[in-house]
């Protein structure tokens, strides 16, 4: 499975807002399976859409 980052956004933002989240809604109302992951190493929440690789079969 292949993970594309779209966007990352620090971890550290104000307080009550959720970018990351935010931005993520949006790209599925748009049609993509977009996610939010958190990469502990960077302190960054990234939004991540994820593909099948082309020799994957799906049981």
């Keep these: 499975m292949n993970r594309t980052v779209l966007e990352w956004f620090p971890a550290g933002g104000p307080r009550g807002s959720w970018p990351a989240e935010e931005f993520a809604s949006a790209r599925r109302d748009e049609g993509l399976p977009a996610r ?15 593909q099948r690789s082309a020799g994957t079969v799906r049981a």
């Design 36 to 50: 939010v992951v958190m990469d502990l190493e960077a302190d960054a929440f990234l939004v991540i859409v994820e």
